[in-house]
């Protein structure tokens, strides 16, 4: 797959402050990617470089595999994390002055607008002023213009912050739709079940290092610990308990279940197969319930930020 | 330049729809107006009051020189006891009593007001007048001189003003100049500081709206800071004319109406305009004529143009560097020092002496330059000096619109931090 984005060793100092150091990153066209890190890592900062926002000191940023030129930024659609918009301008308005600055013409911009507003049913809002829409729904408009100019790259800051459940899960459908047309999405985020549910790729930047990146899928194999959990049934759980502890590494887990005796967590060497655990375990008792552990996006996070702190 | 015109567009739609701009609008020509009308009639009210003043003149010599006239009417009591009369004056609530006493040749009467409140100084001086008017003459009638003999002698002198080039000016011309620069000046000041605190207070608005980060990853924030101050120039020219054309119509419409006499207003100005001469008249209307309308005019919107840009770079950059209203207190001090100081140099060195030093060096410093050029210039400056002046001007604006921009462009993203010119200083090298 191509790439549609390449960060080159990307660097940004305010003043003594390392912002960035020596970033690089790989965005896959139609990937859906997951930029991570606790508050104040950088996340901002790189986006503002994509956005030409902020100069880096050094290094490149490539899209469609040019260096970044001003012209770019109608392939971009950005929804930063501070985000507002004019409040005594109507929403009609003000949402085609923002699709008129991103190069669409005024006609055009007033059909896609009409499109979306009928989509999501905000018609009626077209000549109200933002002052009388409560949050969420402006940041609905927000969204809408966002991806108004059918950007190839859409990059969204925090973009569930603020939404209700109801109206996050519809931009969620938006999003997913919008990739399968075509779309690359960069999500910046620090909430990660969004990022375990909707991304194919990962980073994680802390304090202006990159930690890790590469498929989610890749890093979760990279950090599991061949540990399973197990549910058994036996008379004895007592006796079996000792005689697994004698055999492998064992800690207790606990997990929703109707009649499991034993919840266990089972760790085996990585040169051993899970079937070889399975057929010894049903030896010894009814196996219910056995699983991998997969390490959670949040677990992963947890573990690297500590690490390096 | 699309995106250009469109924020200024934008910027100027959003001033001139705002509700207290457009009260503001149509309001001040009808306060403006409102209170034109009401001090005529407050300055009608008052020269309306006829002071009555009694005088018990006990040389009798003085008596008949006091005249009655519009506002004041004498009443002879020189026949009541001076006591008597001042209880009569008290009682009738006149405005006070004269007492000038019996005097001998070659002395000085004893002369004394009794009143209950102070006197208005303009009505004892006129008092004061007449009277040594009289002893003057007396006087030299007793020394044997003719007093006809001297107003026959006294001789009136006029300088006629001619340049080297023979034209013909007058001290008015000195006036006109005056006037017109003051006026100039004065305007520009007001136009900066009215839109320049526009320009501001919409910079803040953006950012604590915190639209600004999606509107810049559309243009650049020069051309946001561009726009917003050409778009609010425009709205501040738009008022202006509107003010203009208003103000106009509501004074001729009040002033047929009510019969309001305006020109009564201008007191001593209406009194040297009667005293001039018809000769003068036209030298005043020829002085206007003279004075060089196009270079005033193109130099007016030079300087105007280049003031207004180079004050609200200030001003855009101030807005971007603090997060609201009160916490710019801090930077206004800058922007409003060399206003006041261009100000005060027009109107006292460049009256005083329009090519003087420091007229002349005020005139050339681009924060001061704006306001004290345009007061010389009906003076006529010559054509280096407006060049180096103006080339001064055009290269701060560079400078300073340089400067304003990377402030603007750190400050606007910056949140929640209070700045110092230290901190500012940092932001350029960011």
Redesign the interface.
């Known amino acids: 797959m191509d790439n549609l984005l390449v960060a080159e060793n990307i660097s940004k100092q305010f003043g003594t402050f390392t912002a960035l150091n020596d970033i690089s990153l790989e965005i896959p066209e139609g990937s859906i990617f997951g930029l991570l890190g606790p508050n104040g890592a950088g996340k901002t900062t790189f986006i503002r470089i994509i956005n030409q926002i902020t100069m880096p000191d050094s290094g490149r940023m490539l899209l469609d595999g040019h260096p970044l030129r001003p012209d770019d930024i109608k392939h971009i659609g950005y929804l930063p994390e501070e985000r507002g918009l004019y409040k005594s301008m109507k929403v009609g308005e003000q949402a085609l002055y923002l699709a008129q600055l991103k190069g669409l013409s005024k006609a055009e911009a007033k059909e896609r607008l009409q499109y979306w507003f009928e989509r999501l049913q905000i018609q009626d809002w077209w000549g109200k002023k933002i002052q009388e829409l409560s949050k969420g729904m402006a940041q609905k408009v927000q969204f809408v213009v966002t991806v108004l100019h059918r950007p190839k790259l859409l990059i969204f800051d925090e973009p569930f912050s603020g939404f209700d459940p109801v109206n996050a899960n519809l931009i969620k459908e938006e999003i997913l739709q919008l990739r399968k047309e075509g779309a690359t999405i960069l999500f910046s985020t620090h909430r990660m079940e969004s990022v375990e549910e909707m991304c194919d790729y990962m980073a994680l930047i802390h304090r202006g290092n990159k930690l890790l990146d590469g498929q989610v899928n890749d890093i979760k194999r990279r950090y599991k610990s061949n540990t399973f959990e197990v549910g058994l049934v036996t008379a004895d759980a007592e006796s079996l308990r000792k005689e697994l502890e004698s055999k492998f590494r064992i800690s207790d887990t606990e997990f929703k279940s109707i009649n499991d005796d034993l919840k266990l967590q089972i760790q085996i060497e990585p040169s051993a197969s899970p079937n070889d655990l399975l057929i010894y375990l049903t030896g010894k008792a009814q196996v219910n319930h056995f699983v991998e552990v997969i390490p959670s996006v949040n677990d992963i996070f947890i573990k690297t930020v500590t690490t390096n702190a | 330049m699309r995106?250009l015109k469109?924020?200024i567009k934008?910027e100027y739609l959003?001033r001139v729809r705002?509700k207290s701009f457009v009260v503001m609008t149509f309001l001040s020509p009808l306060i403006f107006v409102g209170m034109i009308v009401f001090i005529a009639y407050l300055v009608n009210l008052n020269s309306n009051v006829q002071r009555v003043v009694a005088i018990s003149d006990e040389s009798g010599q003085f008596i008949s020189e006091f005249k009655d006239s519009d506002d004041v009417k004498f009443i002879d009591l020189s026949s009541v006891e001076t006591e008597a009369a001042k209880r009569i004056v008290e009682e009738k609530e006149y405005y006070g009593l004269l007492h000038i006493s019996e005097f001998s040749e070659n002395t000085i009467p004893e002369i004394q007001f009794f009143a209950k409140e102070a006197p208005a100084f303009g009505f004892l001086d006129r008092i004061e007048r007449t009277i040594a008017d009289k002893l003057t003459n007396r006087q030299l009638l007793d020394r044997g001189i003719d007093v006809d003999l001297i107003e026959a002698s006294q001789a009136k002198v006029e300088i006629g003003i001619q340049n080297f080039s023979g034209e013909r000016t007058s001290k008015m011309s000195t006036y006109v100049k005056m006037f017109f620069g003051g006026a100039a000046g004065y305007l520009l000041m007001m136009f900066i500081i009215i839109y320049g605190n526009m320009v501001m207070r919409s910079v803040i608005?953006?950012k604590t709206?915190?639209?600004i980060?999606?509107?810049?990853?559309?243009?650049?924030?020069i051309h946001l800071m561009l726009g917003k101050i050409l778009g609010t120039s425009l709205a501040g020219i738009t008022q202006f004319v509107i003010w203009v054309i208003l103000g106009g119509v509501m004074l001729t419409l009040v002033s047929m109406i009510a019969g309001v006499d305006m020109a009564a207003m201008h007191g001593p100005q209406q009194q040297a305009i009667d005293q001039m001469s018809d000769n003068e008249l036209q030298q005043l209307v020829m002085d206007i004529a003279r004075l060089p309308m196009l270079l005033l005019l193109v130099s007016f919107l030079v300087y105007f143009i280049g003031g207004y840009f180079l004050y609200s770079a200030i001003y855009a950059a101030i807005g971007a560097a603090v997060d609201n209203e009160t916490d710019t207190q801090q930077f206004m001090l800058p922007v409003i020092l060399p206003l006041m100081l261009g100000i005060y140099v027009g109107f006292f060195a460049v009256i005083e002496n329009p090519h003087g030093v420091v007229s002349t060096v005020f005139s050339m410093i681009p924060l001061t330059s704006p306001i004290v050029m345009l007061m010389r210039i009906p003076f006529g400056v010559a054509w280096w000096e407006l060049a180096i002046s103006i080339a001064l001007l055009i290269l701060t604006i560079a400078g300073v619109v340089w400067v304003a921009a990377k402030i603007y462009r750190v400050g606007i993203?910056m949140?929640g931090k209070k700045p110092s010119y230290k901190e500012l200083y940092?932001w350029l090298?960011?």
């Open positions: 995106n469109l924020i934008r959003a705002n608005e953006e709206n915190r639209i980060e999606i509107i810049i990853s559309s243009v650049k924030p993203l949140y940092k090298k960011y």
